[in-house]
């Protein structure tokens, strides 16, 4: 079962502006991962960001949870040519040894 | 390098063949998966190894069999595959549950033909 959504599918911006994708998901968690992945290639893990936190900041990208909503938001700031890729938010489902992932976000940054 | 490495990274198989994907991870970690991932569908877990013990078979068609001989080890068997079961094969490993996120492969690209 597809846990989390993103949106948009598809984000397209100049190199240095910011990139907001968001997540939503269904059931409770104890924590959200963000996952991204160049063409062809594996899944690189970014960022987690657990139930009880609010937001995280790891260099350039910025993690919000509103557990309230349901909802995930990742920032990305001054972006750059090399962020291009498909960004996925993913849940591990409650009592399952499964982490579940969204569909993704395509960003594609425009020199 | 991701300290997951899947061999071979690209595979073309007639409907007839059998094969093998290999994954290997250097992490000490504990959990292996295999998850598929189709164009414009979310990624599907396809199994789960704990410990060399299978914890979960996502429905996953018997003509893929999966093989785990220790934690660092992986495989999964193919053999009678549908040209629809083309896709690229991700492995993943971590720490117990995955609590601190998974770490991928880059992945074997099949083409059955």
């Known amino acids: 079962s597809q846990q989390g959504e993103e949106d948009p599918q598809a984000l397209s911006i100049q190199e240095g502006e910011n990139a907001t994708m968001n997540c939503s998901y269904k059931?409770?968690?104890?924590?959200l991962q963000w996952y991204r992945q160049n063409s062809g290639r594996g899944l690189v893990h970014l960022i987690l960001i657990r139930s009880n936190e609010r937001e995280k900041h790891s260099g350039r990208l910025r993690v919000t949870l509103d557990t309230s909503k349901k909802s995930s938001s990742l920032l990305i700031t001054a972006s750059r040519a090399a962020d291009t890729a498909s960004y996925f938010c993913a849940t591990p489902l409650q009592g399952a040894q499964k982490l579940v992932f969204g569909q993704g976000t395509r960003l594609t940054i425009n020199p | 390098e991701t300290g997951v490495t899947q061999t071979p990274r690209h595979l073309v198989m007639g409907m007839t063949n059998k094969k093998s994907l290999k994954c290997e991870q250097h992490l000490g970690h504990n959990a292996m998966y295999w998850y598929k991932q189709s164009a414009k569908k979310p990624l599907e877990l396809m199994f789960v190894?704990?410990?060399?013990?299978?914890?979960e078979n996502n429905s996953v068609p018997s003509r893929f069999s999966p093989e785990c001989p220790n934690s660092s080890h992986l495989f999964l068997h193919l053999h009678t595959l549908q040209p629809e079961d083309s896709a690229l094969y991700l492995c993943?490993?971590?720490?117990?549950?995955?609590?601190?996120?998974?770490?991928f492969g880059s992945g074997t690209r099949l083409t059955v033909v």
């Open positions: 059931t409770s968690i104890n924590n």
């Open positions: 190894y704990n410990f060399k013990e299978q914890t």
């Open positions: 993943a490993s971590s720490e117990d549950r995955g609590d601190y996120g998974y770490t």
